[in-house]
């Protein structure tokens, strides 16, 4: 096996359930150190953060990703046990293998063959954290956040998410819709079914509004993304009995929007409909990230030249998907291209990534850093 994979391998072997990192941070930390790099470990509560840079001046090329995943369900639903990083037919098997291990495999090895023989004209930057497949509160937020009052700000970021959809590099994201939450409760008043006139039914209360939000264009997109959309998640109402009018009712909703809106103007747009039906309600929100994108610009150049280079195939860009860390990185400025493995597999029993897919991915990385930084 190459290099890529053996240390992908080694990688999906540790069971990094979030927020645990289950030393992946060290390993990857070993392998830069001996390259030059300057290792920070930052912790914030329960996450374990990896901040490495190597050279002293000019632009810095950021890889970005996480090391923990998503919990692997029932071992015995798997063909090979989850964590065993078993190798069949061409694949690399194991939760992690394609979101992300393989991605950061790729990313450290490619810095290892530049490095062996190049010196980069700018700097070069790892930022990897535990907590990105959960809350995302302790992980590369509040990584950002510590970079700035060390007055460290990034320039370029490849995040390794898995972007590909039928051969490495056949798609990149160069941008993300953002995420916002709405936790609903519709009060009413509790009532014998008998006897309607003494009780307030919340269910027919909120129905209506419910729809009217559900019916609402929100913009039409634009080139880069699609029209930001509203989905009712859960409605939750009744006691468990068939007699008895509820005194709630709970709703989760999530609208995925794009830059064509902003969070505050969708609160206010679903309060005022909310007031006009009458309701007694309150209403939690929780922001998971702002939309963000990279359309143009030397990153998105010299990311399509190196797959082109490597692959010679064209790349597409697409905002599809859900959130990713690059909601954090993009604000202050930084250019965001995603890119990483194929991900059919991903969050599935018997996840896998192709073994000639890691060397193709870490060649494209190589590529970038050259591109960019020579």
């Known amino acids: 096996m190459s290099a890529t994979s053996d240390l992908t391998r080694q990688l ?31 912790a914030f509560e329960d996450v374990k953060n990896l901040w490495a840079t190597y050279g002293g001046s000019g632009p810095i090329l950021v890889f970005a990703g996480h090391t923990d995943v998503v919990p692997a369900g029932l071992a015995s639903d798997w063909t090979y046990p989850p964590f065993s990083a078993t190798e069949h037919d061409g694949y690399l098997y194991g939760r992690g293998a394609a979101d992300m291990k393989g991605s950061l495999a790729a990313m450290v090895t490619a810095c290892e063959r530049h490095l062996e023989y190049t010196q980069p004209s700018g700097r070069l930057g790892f930022l990897i954290t ?3 497949e959960g809350i995302a509160e302790n ?89 930001s959309s509203f989905q009712i998640a859960s409605i939750d109402a009744g006691s468990g009995a068939n007699n ?23 609160q206010k747009r679903i309060q005022a409909v909310l007031d ?11 922001l998971s990230g702002n939309p963000f994108l990279t359309s143009h610009g030397k990153l998105l150049d010299v990311v399509c030249q190196s797959i082109q280079s490597v692959t010679g195939r064209q790349t597409s860009t697409s905002t599809t998907g859900g959130t990713s860390d690059g909601r954090f990185i993009a604000p202050a400025g930084a250019e965001v291209i995603e890119l990483g493995p194929c991900n059919a597999t991903i969050h ?23 591109k960019l930084l020579t």
């Open 276 to 286: 006009s039906h009458d309701l007694n309600y309150e209403l939690n929100w929780q």
């Open 12 to 42: 999906i072997e540790l069971e990094s359930v979030t927020p645990n990192d289950r030393g992946c941070q060290e390993v990857l930390a070993s392998r830069l150190q001996a390259l030059g790099f300057n290792i920070q470990h930052l």
């Open 348 to 370: 599935k029993v018997n996840e896998c990534v192709a073994i000639a897919d890691l060397d193709t991915l870490s060649s494209i990385y190589q590529a970038i850093i050259e």
């Open 130 to 132: 535990s907590d990105e």
């Open 244 to 266: 008895i009018i509820p005194d709630s009712m709970s709703v989760e909703f999530n609208i995925r929007f794009s830059t064509e809106i902003d969070a505050e103007s969708i």
């Open 139 to 227: 992980g590369t937020a509040k990584v950002i956040e510590e970079l700035n009052r060390q007055d460290e700000h990034i320039d370029y970021c490849i995040v390794g998410e898995p972007s590909s959809s039928t051969y490495i590099g056949d798609v990149v994201k160069i941008g993300r819709r953002g995420s916002l939450n709405g936790m609903l409760r519709i009060n009413g008043i509790q009532g014998h079914i008998a006897y309607p006139q003494l009780a307030k039914n919340p269910i027919h209360k909120g129905v209506p509004a419910m729809h009217e939000l559900c019916q609402i264009k929100w913009d039409q997109g634009n080139e880069a993304f699609p029209p």
